[in-house]
């Protein structure tokens, strides 16, 4: 999955800590290597991803991909980390109708690890998103073997030269058949929804079109019924929520009920 979303001093801080984190982990990449080979190859898992995330119909209510994220830079502490949390939060997720989850594995900036995304995976039967700050090989395989069956691959951070406007050419120029657009600006973490509409608008339809970030209520969701957008990418907005899974199943029937209506 490949995601295009404007980009600062920001997203640079991110990206020299996880080139040091990156270094850190190579000391262990025989150790991964083994359990990459013990892993063997699973194409099967990404095409679950795309049939669960593909809209049958464009007069639909968007499919959902319901994050795990405990925090933001922007936002601060969103929710406190509580034993067994991340199984518990991942079935509510699928109880609840996502189509997919998300799990934010940076630990610094946002509260989470591999390993919340291994206990998500092995919770629950419905595809996750292994999202990450993507600069390294060893990040895929290491999410392959956790489990995942997507990995975000943010393209400001692979090809620090393109100018925003040419994301979207960067994304499709690859093999990726889910493309994101996020709709937050990294450098002033403004959203702009009208910017991220316009970017999905041009994603081929053999694409599965996902728009990241900016859904906050039940009648934004409903919103986009008609839109470009196989799938939204939603996170603070039901983290917030003391039952998250439950909150996601509120908006799913108000969305749908407001959309058949």
Not at 54 to 73: F, L, N, Q, Y
Not at 84 to 109: E, H, K, Q
Not at 188 to 201: G, I, K, N, Q, S
Request: a positive charge.
């Amino acid at each position: 999955m490949t995601s295009t979303a404007p980009s600062g001093e920001f997203l640079d801080r991110i990206l020299e800590r996880k080139r040091v984190e990156i270094g850190r982990r190579k000391r262990h990449e025989r150790q991964l290597a083994a359990l990459v080979e013990a892993a063997g190859e699973r194409q099967e898992r990404g095409t679950f991803a795309i049939e669960r995330l593909r809209r049958a119909s464009t007069d639909a209510v968007p499919k959902v991909i319901a994050e795990i994220k405990r925090r933001s830079p922007s936002a601060g502490e969103i929710r406190k980390r509580e034993l067994g949390d991340i199984a518990r939060i991942a079935r509510g997720y699928a109880a609840g109708g996502a189509s997919a989850v998300s799990v934010l594995c940076d630990g610094p900036g946002f509260g989470g690890s591999v390993l919340d995304l291994r206990r998500a995976t092995r919770a629950i039967d419905v595809p996750v998103l292994f999202k990450e700050f993507v600069l390294d090989p060893l990040q895929i395989e290491l999410a392959r073997v956790s489990g995942a069956h997507m990995v975000l691959l943010l393209v400001r951070a692979l090809t620090p030269d393109e100018l925003h406007e040419h994301e979207l050419s960067v994304a499709l120029a690859t093999d990726a058949t889910i493309v994101g657009v996020n709709a937050r600006d990294l450098r002033t973490f403004r959203v702009d929804p009208a910017y991220a509409r316009r970017v999905l608008d041009v994603i081929p339809s053999e694409r599965v079109a996902v728009l990241m970030s900016g859904i906050t209520s039940a009648e934004q969701l409903s919103a986009l019924a008609g839109s470009r957008a196989d799938a939204v990418l939603v996170g603070e907005g039901l983290m917030r929520a003391s039952d998250p899974g439950a909150r996601l199943r509120s908006w799913l029937d108000e969305a749908r009920s407001t959309v058949a209506s």
